[in-house]
């Protein structure tokens, strides 16, 4: 597997059901994002993690869980979410240290709250 | 608050016409990005600029960085159909994790 891979690519759920998204990435990098994609809207950013510390935390509702065990892999915990989060949620890496860094996506989860 | 606009929003061509499309700030970036997105996809990397008054080209897809580093622009020559997509600028500074993404410009080519 190369770059950043991102499970499950389509999900489907309740409001009341809880779910994971989960995301690898195979690059190396130090740094590690989640973002949200609605239509016509520009791409929001959620949570970055550096060195498996949080380090941003964009006003994001709780019931958006993140958690990053080690430096490759990055999950967003949902429960008990609303029909307006469905939305295209894109994980991206990068190497925050270097002079040029640039992130790196994953192909994002689709997903629809019902 | 740091802003990047795309401009324009929307553009429909036919195949075989070039274009340009901007990306503007009232910031200074370390380097920016641009990025080719298809629906239900992610955004795909096309070309990082690092140096104000750089230019990069890939194939076609000619990039240009402001010497102030504060704007960009794509020209892509005689577009194709498999051009059709979303494209997405983003500025960054580097050592920290501020990305600003752009509004994006959403390009159809007609065959």
């Known amino acids: 597997e190369t770059g950043v891979t991102q499970t499950p690519r389509h999900l489907v759920m309740g409001m009341t059901n809880k779910k994971s998204l989960k995301c690898e990435q195979h690059?190396?990098?130090?740094?590690m994002y989640w973002y949200k994609q609605s239509a016509k809207k520009p791409l929001e950013l959620m949570f970055v993690?550096?060195?498996?510390?949080?380090?941003e935390n964009n006003s994001v509702p709780s019931r958006f869980s993140p958690e990053c065990p080690n430096s490759s892999h990055l999950f967003l915990h949902l429960h008990t979410l609303q029909p307006e989060d469905s939305a295209l949620y894109l994980c991206?890496?990068?190497?925050?240290?270097?002079?040029?860094?640039?992130?790196?996506f994953g192909p994002g989860t689709r997903l629809t709250v019902l | 608050t740091q802003l990047l606009e795309q401009s324009p929003q929307f553009l429909s061509i036919q195949e075989g016409e070039n274009l340009t499309v901007y990306c503007n700030s009232s910031?200074?970036?370390?380097?920016l990005q641009w990025y080719r997105q298809e629906p239900g996809e992610g955004p795909v990397l096309l070309v990082t600029?690092?140096?104000?008054?750089e230019v990069k080209k890939l194939k076609r897809l000619t990039f240009q960085f402001g010497d102030a580093r504060k704007d960009s622009s794509l020209h892509i020559t005689a577009a194709q159909p498999g051009d059709t997509g979303l494209y997405l600028c983003a500025g960054t500074t580097s050592g920290t994790y501020k990305y600003i993404f752009g509004t994006g410009t959403r390009l159809k080519v007609l065959a």
């Open positions: 993690y550096s060195l498996e510390e949080r380090v």
């Open positions: 991206a890496s990068s190497q925050v240290d270097l002079a040029a860094d640039t992130q790196y």
């Open positions: 600029v690092v140096t104000g008054g």
């Open positions: 690059l190396g990098h130090n740094a």
């Open positions: 910031s200074v970036f370390s380097s």
